[in-house]
């Protein structure tokens, strides 16, 4: 008698086999949503993912995760319709919204099966059919008619019943909606829609059961195809946007970001040939551009302890009166003192700094602050990109790889005759031809960023390649402030002498949280065996050196009363800011003018 | 040549005003030192391009002849030979007339003969040219298939470069024009050697390519069952077409992949409900129709769709509701609009070209969408001003309107309630009638057929249709050499004489004349020849007609039914012929034709016997109707047929597996019992 214990584990193993099902649809809903409305930040709207509990009249029964509608009132007047709303409005970022409703069952016989499906404002009364009020709109079964926020409808559509999907799609872009039955468009249905509406279903017949699709499954409507012809618009439209009378003004305005982004980041070579063969003036001393990049090289070369008394060397006050910002560069060397790369621990551990920058990379393309998580990340991965000619290699799982390209890259003797004889024609020529090799190589990006600078970067990668390889000769493993005891012991020390100076500040100027969590990541270095591959780790990676580098930077030039920011960057970060604010306020073509389409 | 020197006295017309640099260039053809001859050629290009005054002044001064000469002189430089290509090209892209004097020169087959080279450069311009020349509706496409060598060896230059690419299926796509074209380039393979094209990375390539297809597979079944094998890249040939037809393609694509799938549908070599046609062709050609589109897309997108849903009432469904179709096809009746006319000259020119075609367009497709589903017509009809148009259509000066607004009206014709109502409320009938007067025989066999619907019984119309003479015009119609005519003309009658009154029926006797009469019941359409015993058979209803007309018409009516009974026909023709005897038989003096008749009483006897049911129970209810026993005589009828043996056949036939022979034979044996 095995029986009812089989029964147990059959079902047992019926409702495991449901939580994976519904994982598993969980991850097709969050893949095709992000696909959708890749432009929707969901922290600050979320997309609709089902029905709300709370926000439907009592004759409606919820089953399914939220996503089947059932009617349980009587079903005999108007007074008895019932409505349903999701559980979020349509975000304006989507561009295109759209979700699909099947009828599972037109409900009992000898009813007339009123049933709508629309959309409605927060606050519409749920005792009502979508559509019947105002900013409330609706697609009846029972006529095919339409009713937009009035107790009469249009003759709209085909009527509509049992096994079929009805889909509703919202354009945020001209604020219309259209229909859709079993795959076919129907046409417009709606204009001048007010924004945040909510996805709304209603019934008024006993034994009515729809089910709703936000994504959990495909749509039977092509939508992306639908979507793909608004993309193409929208773009148009920006390729088209008139200049009108202004176009060489436009030219001027271009070349001036240009050239101004160049002396920002201490590019003096292309700024100067930049500036010359664009007939510009560039309004900084080619000798402040020459330190800054002096200084920037040695922050991003990991060259902490060289940088800080370069920096006082050249700007006394500057650090005198950024207490905050010399506590960054130093906690910045503390951690540079554990990676075994800053000078003083490499001078312990037997190594000779290099005269050689040993920076790979140039500065991050655009790290203004006004960007948000989810777009810098994407430039983030645009600049990781660039270092597949071995800038990389401190992160040492990639480390052989990276070996591997160094060698297709320019030599570096090049770079000494660049950067040493800047402004000179022949270079020039240099150069340009550098860079033809640097795209046959197949590594390059297209930024015109790397265009300019790509040939002085792949000069410094060999050289750092080569330092990582001598490291590593002679070191089967990374090694705390690169082994030597002595540089142990003085990173310790300058771990002390961090901890007073934290100390005074915090009694000189008041608690400062950020400075006090810098401090505290950073000493958790030493909690690991193994630095690098703790949950701090991150910290010793070389792109963090970026932020530190482009907060000197800023630094310096403000005292020189030039913007801390390059206006190209500023450019960038009020587009991405001015599409955010674009969805804020509800015009959805922001979904398809993605900044970073506009950046390669 | 010839051509060029008939062109003498304009020449001298014009002479004064060329200019003496154009001389010059021309002179320059025939310095006797190659170099001078080579640059001269050179500067030539660059002063024509762009230039059509300076192309007709060389063209005029006999440029093309030497031009020709030196391209195709085997002692010319490669360099100079394809210079001249180049230079002939550029003339080309001139005027209309510049092609014409192009080709009166002979230039098309020297260039052909210019590909046999090896040269791709040479080649290359060449084909440049000819894509020129042909692509102008000028050039008589069947140039392109005079020497049956040109398309095989076109076919093997095809993958040469993407130039070659290019003009080839430019060529291709504008010169198949007939069946007899379509099946010699997939004779030469076309299909295997185009399709790969329709991947190319070069847009235009592909664009070409797919052109190519669309007028291969247009109404051909061979062309379109291959397709639907071909695989490119992988991938079946009808999935390309359906990526082409994605939303962000350029239009021109979305369009030309659209008819492909269509053409392919219509052949048969994609059913009707693939979703390739009901979820991506369908809603393709509805979006071409929208006011978005350009008018000619919009022509041609209306078009399409109405020849891809004709046969397909689920189509047509399925287009009634997608995107307000049938609201959105009223906007085509909107050209010239009144704000064209005023803003300006080049806008209301534009919309006046394209008035026409859009109507036409329309009409069409309002005729297909409404072939066959009652409810779709209702729509139609309903549309604003959806009768007045078509009223309009019918008188409009162009044929193409004329044609397809009567086509709209014979589709919504079918509709009993259309007929009832809209038909009649608008009076239909009388641009109908006035189309009829005078008319091709295209657009006659639609209206004509419109108004045999028109002449049913129940539609209101058909009086005013009758007093306005249609007898006479109608019995002209079964006169035409067009078996369709002859076929609607005669039906028309026939519906007319349906429970007509005995004046009308008089007059249809008397206007078609027994003569012809009899010459339809010897017609070789069997569709003719059913319908013209239909007419006969509605005439002889109701007792005083049968006698009347058998009084007057009897003997021929009784020869022409021996004759028929007699001969090879079908089972349908044969038993409409017993039912005109039985109506016969139901006459009060016309029963004596049968009856005096032994030899068609023997006919009678064996179809009572006959092995088909159908012609049992007419020619035992044409018995009944002589045996009744209410009339006079009928005793002796009775006598006379029982004697005949007829009354044992009748027994016989009450015990037949048939009910309704059974019943037929009862009720006949009832009439010997009473």
Redesign the interface.
Known sequence: MSGPSSGCGFLMSVVVHGDLALNEQEKDLNQRLRRLYPAVNEEETPLPRSWSPKDKFSYIGLSQNNLRVHYKGHGKTPKDAASVRATHPIPAACGVYYFEVKIISKGRDGYVKYMGIGLSAQGVNMNRLPGWDKHSYGYHGDDGHSFCSSGTGQPY??TFTTGDVIGCCVNLINNTCFYT?N??????AFTDLPPNLYPTVGLQTPGEVVDANFGQHPFVF?IE??M??W??KIQAQIDRFPIGEREGEWQAMIQKMVASYLVHHSYCATAEVFAKSTDQAVHEELASIKNRQKIQKLVLSGRMGEAIETTQQLYPSLLELNPDLLFMLKVRQFIEMVNGTDSEVRCLGGRSPKSQDSYPGSPRLFNSPVHKASSSQTYQTGFDSNYCNGVSSSKGHTLAHSHKSCPRTMPSPELGVLNGSRGQQTNVGAEVEMEVDHFSNGVSESSSNGFLNGSSTHGIDLEECDGDMEVDSAQSKRQLCGGSQAAIERMIQFGRELQSMSEHLRRERGKNSANKKMLKDAFSLLAYSDPWISPVGYQLDSIRREPVCSTLNSAILETHNLPKQPPLALAVGQAAQCLSLMARTGSGSCAFASVDDYLH | MMACLLEAPLRISVLSEVTATSRHYVDRLFDPDPQNVLQGVIDMKNAVIGNNKQKANLIVLGAVPRLLYLLQQSSSSLELRTECAVVLGSLAMGTENNIKSLVDCHIIPALLQGLLCSDLIFIEACLRCLRTVFISPVTPVQLLYTDPTVIPHLMSLLSRSRHTKEYITQIFAHCCKTPEHQTVLFNHSAIQNIAPLLISPSDKVRMQALKCFSVLAYENTQVSMTLVNVLVDGEQLSQVFVRMMQRDKPIEMQLTAAKCLTYMCRAGAIRTDDNCIILKTLPCLVRMCSKERLLEERVEGAETLAYLMEPDVELQRIASFTDHLVSMLADYFKYPSSVSAITDIKRLDHDLKHAHELRQAAFKLYASLGSNDEDIRKKITETENMMDRIVSGLSESSIKVRLAAVRCLHSLSRSVQQLRTSFHDHAVWKPLMKLLQNAPDEVLVMASSTLCNLLLEFSPSKEPILDSGVIELLCSLTQSDSPALRVNGIWALMNMAFQADQKVKVEIVRALGTEQLFRLLSDPDTNVLMKTLGLLRNLLSTRPHIDQIMSSHGKQIMQAVTLILEGEHSIEVKEQTLCILANIADGNTAKELIMTNDDMLQKIKYYMGHSNVKLQLAATFCISNLIWNEEDGSQERQDKLKDMGFVDILHKLTQASDPNLCDRAKTAMQQYLA
């Open positions: 559509g085909p039955k795959g076919h468009s129907l046409g417009i092509d195809d639908y793909r012809e993309r193409t």
